[in-house]
């Protein structure tokens, strides 16, 4: 991992100049990829950072530092560069080795080494198993069980849950709707409109007709249930544990979680319901008091919540994070305001919201509606177009970005694909390891050596060097903005970086057979980190397409 590696030893290279200089440098030195138009891998902002407390001129300083960096043996060249950066250029040799790395080990590439072993919590999906499961927590589980693969690849303690609202009313009013549907009397007003359940009610067990609602809408809710998992098993989603809300409630958890606030001095009574005084609680941002328990002494959703979160912690989760749909936006303040009437620190909570999907046959949109019992599940998606397609377009975006999800376009077999794009170049790099074998350059199952770094000197060649020494920074990235974004468009910028490579350096024909194997080590890394890269977000690297 030379990009790590570098930082560090740049940082502690650029603050025995700073001592030396009398330059105050700020705690944070961030190494960042310089522009496309630069010529540099790496792009130092440090200079311009310390300017103003140091009182001196940016440039200066990038000219005195650029001299000092450019004795660290990796670096070829460092130069000041306005208005007072330092840009460095690395030697071909430490970009060999790093890719040498890449292909010994690379399920271990991008591990972000002496980094914290933070235990993680993420809980996605959690949909009411009501319904079959739609496009929505498809961008969920896509969004959650990609950052728990990332986070681990990492080296943290990341686990993932699925909490399954199975208590209150929902069992009842299902009941009353699976009962109305098998019987063919009107749905309640409220209750659940979905042709779903004519199907779950036509194979329901013959004692059916002796059932009571909540009979009906257990059986319904579990069998919801079991679809979801399959539809996650399908989606290749995975859950560590799915935790039952009607596990709090048997526990006593929702009790004691109200007696612990009471403890705390958070609660109080009025109108005859017991409240949460969050809208004044220190560090809350929720616009008003919650309800607990409401005057007929039943919990609100929001008190089984709040005793999850509790439990959460209480299993030993540093850090929690929940990832919701887009209708839960207005729910975020009032669980940070639960949060800290816990007595935990704000910011070991994090909310992710996902907004809409808006579904397209190119130019036609597919319209849905959960409520009218006209959705498309995810289900329908998955038999369309596939589990790849689906999870490398739902990655692609930032979570709080609405996405145009085009069903043409997630079928065509064609660069105009992103996830073809990206997997097509790995499935070119296994036909070229194929082809080697045949001529003998490369004998399968044989080692790929040390290249010598004369051989990769090509601008298309030192391009993918320096590219996939930011494999393990977009895994970084992709933890520290908690979206997988950054991972799925390095992938994208990896493949149109193989394609000019493909184009002029020739590998199996190559003049020079130390030539050609020397590039077979560069495609090789090069197919490690999309194979990986590609893992990490859930999605298939064929050998073949």
């Not at 004692?207 to 069998?223: F, N, P, S, V």
């Amino acid at each position: 991992m030379i990009i790590a590696a570098l930082r560090k030893k740049l940082a502690h290279e650029a603050r025995k100049w700073a001592d030396a200089a009398g330059v105050p440098l700020p705690e944070n030195l961030p190494v960042n990829a310089p522009p496309a138009h630069v010529k540099a891998d790496l792009s130092l902002p440090w200079p311009l950072a310390a300017a103003k407390a140091a009182k001196k001129n940016p440039i200066e300083l990038a000219k005195s530092l650029a001299e000092h960096l450019s004795r660290v043996p990796e670096v070829e060249s460092a130069a000041p560069a306005p208005p007072g950066f330092v840009n460095i250029v690395l030697r071909n040799t430490a970009l060999c080795a790093n890719l040498k790395a890449i292909t010994l080990s690379p399920k271990s590439y991008g591990e972000d080494e002496g980094g914290p072993k933070t235990k993680v919590l993420v809980e996605f999906v959690s949909a009411n198993p009501t319904g079959p499961l739609h496009m929505a927590s498809g961008r969920g589980a896509t969004l959650g069980d990609s950052l728990v693969r990332i986070m681990k690849r990492l080296g943290r303690d990341a686990r993932a849950e699925y909490y399954v609202n199975d208590g209150g009313d929902r069992v009842v009013l299902l009941g009353q709707s699976i009962m109305a549907r098998y019987k063919g009397t009107p749905v309640p007003e409220k209750g659940y409109q979905g042709e779903y359940l004519v199907d779950l009610a036509a194979a329901a067990p013959p004692a059916k007709d002796q059932w009571t609602e909540q009979q009906w809408g257990r059986y319904a809710m579990d069998a919801l249930l079991a679809s979801h998992k399959d539809d996650m098993k399908v989606f290749d989603a995975h859950f560590d544990r799915w935790y039952l809300e009607s596990e709090l409630f048997a526990s006593g958890a929702v009790e004691k979680t109200l007696e612990f606030l009471k403890g705390r001095g958070m609660v109080f009574e009025k109108d005859g319901a017991v409240w949460l005084g969050t809208m004044n609680a220190e560090g809350s941002t929720d616009d008003k008091d919650r309800v607990l328990v409401k005057n007929t002494g039943k919990p609100t959703y929001f008190l089984p919540d709040i005793a999850y979160h509790k439990d959460k912690y209480d299993r030993g989760f540093e850090r929690v994070i929940d990832i919701f749909g887009a209708d839960h936006h207005g729910y975020v303040p009032r669980m940070r305001a639960a949060i800290a009437a816990l007595g935990k620190a704000p910011e070991s909570y994090h909310a992710i919201v996902h907004q809409l999907i808006h579904l397209f046959r190119g130019q036609e949109a597919v319209k849905m509606s959960k409520r009218a019992g006209t959705f498309i599940s995810l289900r329908e998606i998955l038999d369309e177009v596939g589990k790849d397609a689906c999870r490398f377009f739902f990655a692609l975006r930032t979570p709080d970005s609405h996405l145009n999800f085009d069903l043409e376009l997630a079928k065509k077999q064609s660069s105009e694909n992103p996830v073809f794009y990206v997997q097509y170049v790995h499935a070119r790099i296994c036909s070229i390891f194929r082809k080697a074998a045949e001529t003998g350059l490369h004998p399968a199952g044989s080692q790929l050596t040390m290249p010598n770094a004369r051989f990769l000197l090509a601008p298309e060649e030192r391009a993918l060097l320096n590219k996939l020494a930011w494999f393990p920074e977009a895994l970084l990235d992709s933890e520290r903005l908690l979206s997988p974004h950054p991972l799925a468009n390095y992938l994208m910028e990896l493949a149109g970086l193989f394609h000019p490579f493909y184009e002029k350096c020739p590998v199996v024909s190559a003049e020079d057979p130390e030539q050609g194997k020397a590039r077979l080590l560069l495609i090789a890394g090069v197919r490690d980190a999309i194979r990986e890269g590609l893992d990490l977000l859930g999605v298939s690297a064929p050998e073949q397409m």
